[in-house]
């Protein structure tokens, strides 16, 4: 049957199929050709990533993913010694946790499309305007994230994708390339908006093109109708079922 | 794993990942839960869906879907005689292979559970504005879809969900209960707007609720990220991984 594209992450997969979302967009832009599969994970950092990584992923299951998209670093990039602390985690160990996740999925498949995408850039005041609305005046003075810590960690994916000769998505340079990113592609300084969601999404598109996985290219799963024949349908279903 | 969903249709499924897409509003739903799975195949009608119904559920796959959506018959309706006389499937002929698509679903699954959808009412201005916009003033004059015909097949569809003990979405009647549905939910006067969608979602997961499928009762995949004990990760996934 046809290939899967694991969409591997934390909230911002998870949230991926909401309205505008760009897993949705993916899963639209390959219908009929490949199937995309959700497998987003709100809160989670890479740490806990490593405990699904093998029942998501088993090695012996004969039909690995055709590609997969890494979208971890959020939640690493937490603060040390402020409300998220639970989900720090530090740079050298985040790199490792993607180093082990890229080198299981290679053993999965040799030929699996790997695409590690950075945490998008961090809006510290939007990230507060959020806490507020949650907790009032109670709500943390100090970031639980900022964006330069965030934007450390956005470089260690890069170079871990380097190191290891896959794919990489810098989402943090690429968003703070537009005027005005904080509000127009961040949601509460954290998550994405519609626009932001679009900008993963033509990256990741963009990657999959140079990859061979152009949808353009890649055959329908039957027939197309208008190549049915009305009086002898089974003719085109004998050619191209498989 | 996760249980399976599989929307199984033309294109009014194969579009249901766009921009409002009442299939990506599932996934999303089911994000965690259950992967929805798209099988949606434009242009097709049930007679030519029959020939995909063996691959797309293999009766032996040990894994069968825990609920489809079968939303065939806007093609069936297409007028003999007309434009799209090729799609044409006679109303008996709905029905018998409509049958045979749920008694083939039983076979691979007694606890499946299925809905049936009904095609959506047809806007015969709309879809003429539609090919006036394609073909200018060859556009064909006479309409090869009529509302008062697709009403007929939508009936169709209602009995035999009845009739083989399954469920049913009347679409066809439910959109019709709201002023100036011709516009505000279809976009070229058959295929559904955003708002359209939004009715299909709200009436499939209606019907999912009812069948013990409401997602709110379904146990998360993994454990939830607050569930996770920073110091002992370990703890939460030795009790929640299968």
Redesign the interface.
Known sequence: ?RGQVVLFGDSIT??S?????W???L??AY??KA?V??R?????NT??AL??LH?IFPPDSGRPPIATTIFFGA?DAALSGRTS???HVSIEDYKQNLRKIVLHLKECSPTMQIVLITPPPVCEEGRHAYAKSLYGENAMKLPERTNEVTGQYASACVETAKEMGVFSVDLWSKMQETDGWQKKFLSDGLHLTPDGNAIVYQEVIKIFNKAGLSADNMPLD?P???E?D?KN??GA?QQK??
């Open positions: 049957m998870e949230q199929f909401r309205q505008g979302g897993g949705a967009a899963a639209n219908a009929r199937d599969v959700l987003g994970y709100g809160g989670y740490k806990w405990f699904l029942h939640n602390e639970r989900q039957f197309h109708h208008s049915i009305a349908p089974e279903f079922c498989f």
